[in-house]
């Protein structure tokens, strides 16, 4: 994310300058390209005092230009201190940036830049962060600046996922649900959407929903082994927390465990996490077994397991020490 953002800056200063340079512009407009780049450089360094000033300065001789309004407000976001909530300098500056990013949607809205779509979603997005119970705590705009969003661009997961994270932080978990399910309906062979969908679930404490999702997820990319391994872990932690499952759920969830760690360990023999917690599901296995021998049996498979993820882990990590050191080696002159 920083490092897109950081190209469209470039990208932006690179446009603003072109437009000036020309000649379709007046001097003004020369003039505010050039207050823009000054105020680019200095909100790259974190000066944000003397950038907005610049912006402030950019829009006064070019107010169409649209990008302005979205650094300026963006600026004033970042001088807004958290601690400081309530002190009236302080507050203003997040005024002043929703503000800023209401005349950035405004403005950008019908644009033809390449860049305009992704600022435009930008702007949305820190508008409703603005919005948030930790900040201007107003849920109704926060809620229609989420919803204006998803008419935006209504083919795009993350609008409805932020529209749900607003619901959840006002407790409507149904109307919550509602998004995150959009979210995966609209773009359906994405598995993020059904990781997300899983861990809204999980915070939920519905673990068959959040099995549900991270087996769609799994379906989705099934070359994936950490998405398997990530149901592995599930039913570790519902087997070994949950002390009120009947024996046979238990004895459920802990195969599902181990089929879902051995799922990964075909797609990688040397996945350590999935040999530990294939280990600890199988010594969680034993803990609970009345045969002695079968008990012994299952105890001494976790031992050979937790050894071979043991090698395993020094094994990479010795790899990836080799890998710096010789990235950090000075090549010879002339190389």
């Keep these: 994310m920083q490092f897109r953002f950081s190209r469209l800056v470039v990208l932006i200063v690179g446009m603003s300058l072109a437009a000036s340079a020309c000649g379709r512009y007046s001097i003004s407009s020369i003039r505010s390209a050039k207050a823009f780049q000054d105020g680019i450089g200095l909100y790259q360094r974190g000066d944000y005092v003397p950038a907005a000033e610049h912006f402030t ?7 169409d230009f649209p990008f302005s309004y979205f ?45 305009a779509p992704q600022f ?40 409805y996922q932020a529209l749900a994270r607003l619901y959840q932080d006002q407790g409507r ?13 609209v ?7 059904f ?47 949950d002390t009120r499952l009947p024996m046979d ?14 799922h990964a ?19 969680l296995q034993a803990s609970r077994e009345r045969d002695v021998a079968v008990q012994k049996r299952l105890l001494g498979e976790a031992t050979a397991l937790r050894e071979r993820s043991l090698d395993l882990r020094k094994k990479q990590e010795a790899g990836a020490a080799a890998t710096a050191a010789a990235s950090a080696k000075p090549k010879p002159a002339g190389s």
């Design 57 to 63: 300065e950019a829009i006064r001789l070019n107010p």
């Design 71 to 115: 650094f300026l407000g963006n600026s004033y976001d970042k001088m807004y201190r958290p601690a400081r909530k309530g002190e009236a300098e302080n507050d203003a500056y997040l005024q002043k940036a929703v503000e800023n990013y209401r005349q950035s949607i405004e403005h950008l809205k019908g644009r033809t830049e390449e860049q």
């Design 120 to 159: 435009l979603n930008l702007s949305y997005q820190y508008l409703i962060a603005a919005y948030g119970s930790d900040r201007l705590n107003d849920f109704a705009k926060a809620e229609e600046a989420a919803r204006q969003l998803i008419a935006t661009t209504p083919d795009e997961p993350g609008n």
């Design 173 to 185: 978990n149904a109307d919550a649900e509602a998004m995150f399910m959009k979210a995966a309906e």
């Design 187 to 193: 773009r359906p062979n994405d598995p993020v959407g």
């Design 195 to 241: 990781q997300m969908l899983a861990n809204f679930y999980n915070q939920q404490g519905d673990f068959d929903k959040t099995i549900a999702a991270f087996q769609k997820r799994a379906d989705l990319e099934p070359n994936n082994p950490e998405a398997w391994h990530t149901m592995g872990t599930f039913y570790y932690d519902k087997a070994l927390r």
């Design 249 to 262: 759920t238990f004895r459920k969830y802990v195969s599902s465990g181990i089929s879902a760690e051995d």
């Design 265 to 283: 360990l075909k797609l990688n023999a040397e996945y350590y996490e999935a040999v530990t917690f294939k280990g600890m599901l199988i010594g």
